[in-house]
């Protein structure tokens, strides 16, 4: 119900932009997002979110550079929805192929939170795709967020264009005295690097599909 609950809220973030959006394709961008965590303490836990808005143009995102201000990774990722690999110790691929994904994982808490965020931005008109980011408690029973609608603290609409510091919706949460994510861009890369960068992107959406491919074999064998 919890993960039912949050796809719905990240597929209407994008009901907003859709209305204005016009169909476009673009490359997408690379930013850094970071929080100031220090109000918490324990075990918390991170929940990313990927919808597929517009149903044709797939997007990939990559989340790298992870790091805790001393706090640390615990226990086993977990999944729901295709799409979806790697851990907060790696780097976690997510792609649209399916409607939704979501990607959990607990963290002992620091004083920060922080990564490098890497997306395409593909559109094909109509409602847009959408990533967002989730701060919750051990048991993902409340996620910190003064957005009571969505629960999350980031969200990013892929409705077309260069992605900025500007194109995410960012919020606060006020009881648990936490600010709102910042979101900073990062030295735009040579030409080649970009195109490895994008190369890299496709090759992690092409093996997220094969491990799902793969995945839904077994469970043939095995039945």
Same mark, same amino acid.
């Given at each position: 119900?919890?993960?039912?609950?949050?796809?719905?809220?990240?597929?209407?973030?994008?009901?907003?932009?859709? @209305?204005?959006? $016009?169909?476009?394709?673009? #490359?997408?961008?690379?930013?850094? %997002?970071?929080?100031?965590?220090?109000?918490?303490?324990?075990?918390?836990?991170?929940?990313?979110? !990927?919808?597929?808005? #517009?149903?044709?143009? #797939?997007? =990939?995102?990559?989340?790298?550079?992870?790091?805790?201000?001393?706090?640390?990774?615990?226990?086993?990722?977990?999944?729901?929805?295709?799409?979806?690999?790697?851990?907060?110790?790696?780097?976690?691929?997510? #792609?649209?192929?399916?409607?939704?994904?979501?990607?959990?994982?607990? !963290?002992? %808490?620091?004083s920060s939170l922080s990564f490098v965020l890497a997306t395409t931005d593909n559109f094909a008109g109509g409602t847009p795709d959408a990533f967002a980011m989730y701060l919750c408690d051990a048991t $993902?029973s409340t996620c910190y967020s003064d957005d009571t609608v969505s629960g999350a603290m980031l969200i990013l609409n892929l409705a077309g264009g260069t992605v900025s510091p500007s194109s995410f919706i960012?919020?606060?949460?006020?009881?648990?005295? @936490?600010?709102?994510?910042? $979101?900073?861009?990062?030295?735009?890369?040579?030409?080649?690097?970009?195109?490895?960068?994008?190369?890299? @992107?496709?090759?992690?959406?092409?093996? =997220?599909?094969?491990?799902?491919?793969?995945?839904?074999?077994?469970?043939?064998?095995?039945?």
């Amino acid at each position: 119900m919890r993960v039912n609950r949050m796809l719905q809220f990240i597929a209407l973030a994008g009901l907003a932009v859709a @209305l204005t959006a $016009v169909a476009a394709r673009a #490359d997408g961008g690379t930013v850094n %997002v970071s929080l100031n965590t220090s109000s918490l303490s324990g075990t918390q836990t991170l929940v990313f979110g !990927i919808t597929d808005g #517009d149903g044709v143009a #797939d997007n =990939n995102v990559a989340l790298s550079d992870l790091n805790f201000g001393g706090g640390s990774a615990e226990g086993s990722a977990s999944y729901s929805g295709s799409g979806v690999s790697g851990d907060l110790s790696s780097v976690i691929a997510m #792609d649209d192929s399916g409607f939704s994904a979501l990607f959990e994982q607990q !963290i002992n %808490v620091g004083s920060s939170l922080s990564f490098v965020l890497a997306t395409t931005d593909n559109f094909a008109g109509g409602t847009p795709d959408a990533f967002a980011m989730y701060l919750c408690d051990a048991t $993902v029973s409340t996620c910190y967020s003064d957005d009571t609608v969505s629960g999350a603290m980031l969200i990013l609409n892929l409705a077309g264009g260069t992605v900025s510091p500007s194109s995410f919706i960012l919020n606060g949460a006020s009881d648990q005295g @936490l600010p709102a994510p910042v $979101v900073t861009g990062v030295t735009a890369p040579e030409p080649t690097s970009f195109l490895l960068l994008a190369l890299g @992107l496709a090759l992690l959406g092409l093996m =997220n599909r094969t491990r799902s491919s793969g995945s839904a074999g077994k469970r043939q064998l095995h039945a």
